[in-house]
């Protein structure tokens, strides 16, 4: 029987700083969680079948209007599919490696206010290293920096250039480990998939008012509707103005954002979704840092307020705009065949000035302070061609997937900088009567494109899905140096692949194992005037799922070695020598849990342990080192509970705790505490009110309820330590119809 994506017929199985010992009693009581969750569905399931009783399978029948599908909405916190790990729509619990989804829902309640944020009850992610400063979404994953983003499958921007306003997304997914197989080169750690929201082939609306602390203000809107339906046209426009200020120094911080997007379904087997995001930050929010004199410990006129502020009015300046415009062409040629293009063009352009906090005097009272000024303007066109072949060849089913992709890009910019002398830390002149800095350190044009060719194929035979495959590609970077008047050029090529295996069992566990690998350029010469190879990886990954098909459970559990190698290292004799010795190692494991436990609640569980560390370098000093940034535990639990009738009818209240253990600098001589943040959401349906007001609901949220005062890392030394944010309270009110 062949099954499309429009008609899906799916049979379910019925299957049977009080500190170290509160925060290991939080982490083992987390982890016995996620696992008596598992178990305890597992017992509902087989109490409800006595040997008396024959028990026949339920038969779901899923349209195209309700189907989950692998880019789309999720109801709940559970997706059971996804496009990130295989570029198909694939099952989660047949992916041989570890993948979370972030479902709009989850942003929603957790109120997150950029990409980042919504990761953290991620395992396994650092998200905000920076502290208060939200300026880029800069996440680590299993110890490596910065994973990079895409949109919609494709990349956007680059390391951690470029961010998304979070309410435009349907959902967003962590893919970790080494993905070069289907995107060409990224960070070992793993990469970031951004969906959008896309035309429903509904009707719908919604708008919201948002205020909060900070003197945040926001508005959004999001609308769909059918131009056509005999066309198959439809469109939605989602929106979001925002402004507020940071806690350091009351920098304004302003956003709007919007995102229409057109369908146009003709037939059951072409779609064409066209897209176009633009995105504007006037005051994009400070970028800045403090020292662990001051807040680790004190200076000799004691610690740094939070909300400290270093810099200077007359200089603090950061803008940003972005735009985008692609599209996502689908058609189905026959049963067999799937054609598929997908297509973007982004813009990015960026101007910063800030004073930031230099050095300290060796009184510890007076800080030296110098003014920053950067520019950037980014361009990037990147396409994507796919041809899905879904085969059977005996008791084989194949899905095999050939693509080619390419992507070019170029980015014009330019750094200066320039000493202000030493003050005082607690009488700092808030003016500088600065009017420009010159190009000073860096004025450059950088051109780079990279081709890819890859094939892969997925084949489920009896309780197996095995999935293999392999990618080449050739990348090129050409740097116009204009401080120094040279001109640098560089071609790469590299092979990368991975091999997996899943078994499924009826129950709904699901065994799996994998070997994945990565590439990523590396511009520069070594100290023979050779040019760098391309920085490679390699990770072996085994896990198991518990994934149900009748229950709203999706459980992961993994262990993993992930390797990387060919990392430039510094003689430490002669710094003006360097060599391809470096060598980094992560291992760790990983456990995250989501259920729909019942139609009124819902929860979310995670645990990850990363042991990173330097392996190999050409200074023996640094063999041993931890990877900085990087704790080695990290622990949540969300939950949120719906009442549907009685005195509290239409009433949901929501609360997680978040853990962050101890971390270290780059050289491991700063360590940085754990700490523990609790956050809490209460919201009310007005329609258990009146039927007049169905539709309307309110919504606070509250992030680090507690207020407490940690510091989230140090990145160099003793230098380069963020606050993290304090208490943030927001209330919402949404109308929908």
């Known amino acids: 029987m062949n099954m499309t994506t429009n008609s899906k017929v799916e049979i379910a199985r019925l299957t049977v700083r009080q500190r170290s010992g509160m ?70 619990e047949k992916t041989p490696q570890s993948i979370s989804v972030i479902p709009a829902d989850q942003i929603e309640d957790q109120a997150a206010g950029s990409v980042a944020e919504a990761l953290r009850y991620t395992p396994g992610v650092v998200t905000e290293y920076r502290g208060t400063s939200n300026l880029h979404d800069e996440m680590y994953v299993r ?43 990224a960070n070992p750690g793993g990469v970031v998939n951004q969906t959008t929201k896309h035309p429903t082939g509904e009707t719908s609306n919604e708008v919201e008012l948002s205020v909060g602390t900070n003197n945040l203000y926001s508005t959004a809107g999001d609308f769909s509707g059918v131009i056509s339906k005999e066309e198959g046209l439809s469109y939605r426009l989602v929106a979001k103005g925002i402004t507020e200020e940071e806690v350091a120094g009351d920098i304004e911080k302003n956003r709007i954002a919007i995102m229409p997007s057109i369908n146009w379904t003709p037939n059951v087997d072409t779609s064409l979704t066209v897209t176009a995001i633009y995105q504007n930050d006037p005051d994009a929010g400070t970028r800045g840092f403090l020292s662990a004199e001051g807040t680790l410990y004190p200076t000799e006129n004691g610690y ?88 059977e060849t005996g008791d084989f089913d194949h899905t095999v997937l050939f693509g080619v992709d390419y992507k070019y890009s170029t980015k014009d910019s330019w750094f200066g900088r320039k000493s202000l002398g030493n003050e005082n830390w607690q009488n700092l002149s808030r003016y500088t009567g600065l009017t420009q800095l010159g190009r000073t350190s860096t004025d450059q044009h950088a051109e780079a494109w990279q081709a890819g060719v890859y094939a892969q194929d997925q084949v489920e035979f009896g309780k197996w899905n095995v999935s293999f495959g392999g990618r080449h590609d050739w990348a090129n970077s050409d740097v116009d140096n204009y401080l120094k008047s040279t001109k640098t050029s560089q071609d790469d090529q590299a092979f990368s692949g991975r091999v997996g295996a899943v078994y499924s069992f009826d129950n709904g566990i699901a065994p799996y194992a994998s070997y994945s690998t990565s590439f990523e350029p590396k ?35 993994s262990v993993y070695q992930l390797t990387q190698q060919n990392i430039v290292s510094t003689d430490p004799a002669d710094s003006s020598k360097t060599y391809q010795t470096g060598e980094i190692e992560s291992r760790g494991f990983e456990i995250e849990g989501r259920a729909n436990v019942t139609k009124n609640l819902s929860m979310i569980a995670s645990y990850a342990r990363i042991n990173a560390k330097t392996v190999e370098d050409e200074n023996p000093a ?89 510091v989230s890392s140090c990145t160099v030394g003793a230098w380069a330590c963020w606050y993290g944010p304090g208490r943030a309270v927001t209330a919402t009110l949404k109308y929908n119809w």
């Open 523 to 557: 511009v520069g010469v070594d100290q023979n005037d050779d040019a760098y190879d391309p920085v490679t990886a390699q990770q072996y990954e085994a896990g198991v799922r518990y994934a149900p098909d009748h229950g709203g459970y999706m459980i992961t559990a």
């Open 304 to 391: 740094f307020p939070r909300d400290f502020y270093v810099g200077a009015y007359d200089w603090e300046e950061s803008s940003r705009t972005q735009a985008s415009f692609g599209y996502q062409l689908e058609h189905a040629v026959d049963e067999t065949l799937t054609l598929r293009q997908n297509a973007r063009y982004n813009h990015i352009e960026a101007d910063f000035k800030s004073v930031i906090l230099d050095n300290f005097t060796s009184a510890g009272a007076q800080v030296t302070r110098a003014a920053v000024q950067s520019g950037d303007e980014f361009d990037q066109y990147v396409i994507d061609n796919q041809a899905q072949l879904d085969l």
């Open 23 to 92: 925060n290991r009693f939080f982490c083992h009581a987390l982890m016995t969680g996620v696992s008596m969750l598992a178990l305890s569905h597992v017992a509902m399931a087989q109490e409800a079948t006595t040997e008396d009783e024959i028990v026949l399978d339920p038969i779901t029948v899923e349209d195209s209007q309700t189907a989950e599908k692998g880019d789309g909405p999720v109801k709940g916190y559970v997706a059971k599919r996804s496009r990130s790990a295989t570029k198909t729509d694939t099952p989660i």
């Open 143 to 185: 110890g490596f920096s910065y994973v990079p983003k895409y949109l919609d499958g494709l990349t956007y921007g680059e390391a951690s250039f470029g961010q998304i306003e979070p309410y435009l997304l349907e959902r967003v997914e962590l893919l970790r480990g080494p993905s070069s197989i289907l995107y060409g080169q």
């Open 622 to 710: 640094n063999v041993g080192l931890k990877t900085s940034n990087t704790p080695r535990d990290q622990a949540a639990l969300w939950a949120k509970y719906t009442f549907d009738q009685g005195v509290f009818d239409g009433v949901a209240i929501g609360g997680g705790v978040r853990y962050t253990g101890v971390s270290f600098d780059r050289k491991n001589t700063t360590k940085v505490p754990d700490y523990m943040l609790f956050d809490a959401m209460l919201s009310y349906d007005l329609g258990a009110v009146s039927n007049r007001l169905d539709g309307a609901s309110v919504q606070l949220n509250a992030v680090n309820l507690s207020d407490e005062t940690y």
